[in-house]
């Protein structure tokens, strides 16, 4: 496991933008395959988007598709999500995950990770 620390939530209105950022100190960054999930109150944690342990590949939930694009930089152990033309329904606590990449690829569920993060809150207004 890795200790992950997500930043970059706050309170937007809707069609602005944000940036989400998740960083660990762990020297094996490049090894996991990283992901966002997101928890909406009253909700289960969903997933959002998932990159592939040299970037290379990438994997979106259908509603995100073309409004957010999940990126990492393996020289600063930093994962992102940039997160355009939000909507109100894009409201809830995200979280960053990480799995090792011998065993979860971008398509795996949320019980594949074993490290997970605080989270940061969104909040969008209409």
């Known amino acids: 496991q890795v200790q992950l620390v997500e930043s970059g939530g706050g309170l937007v209105q809707a069609g602005d933008s944000l940036r989400l950022s998740c960083t660990t100190s762990a020297r094996t960054f490049n090894t996991y395959t990283m992901a966002w999930f997101r928890q909406a109150p009253g909700k289960e944690r969903e997933f959002v988007a998932s990159?592939?342990?040299?970037?290379?590949?990438?994997y979106y939930t259908d509603s995100v598709k073309g409004r957010f694009t999940i990126a990492r930089d393996n020289a600063i152990n930093t994962m992102t999500l940039q997160m355009n033309s939000l909507k109100p329904e894009d409201t809830a606590l995200y979280y960053c995950?990480?799995?090792?990449?011998?065993?979860?690829?971008?398509?795996?569920?949320?019980?594949?990770?074993?490290?997970w993060g605080q989270g940061t809150q969104v909040t969008v207004s209409s």
């Open positions: 995950a990480a799995g090792s990449r011998l065993t979860v690829g971008v398509r795996s569920g949320a019980r594949s990770y074993d490290s």
């Open positions: 990159i592939n342990f040299n970037g290379a590949i990438t």
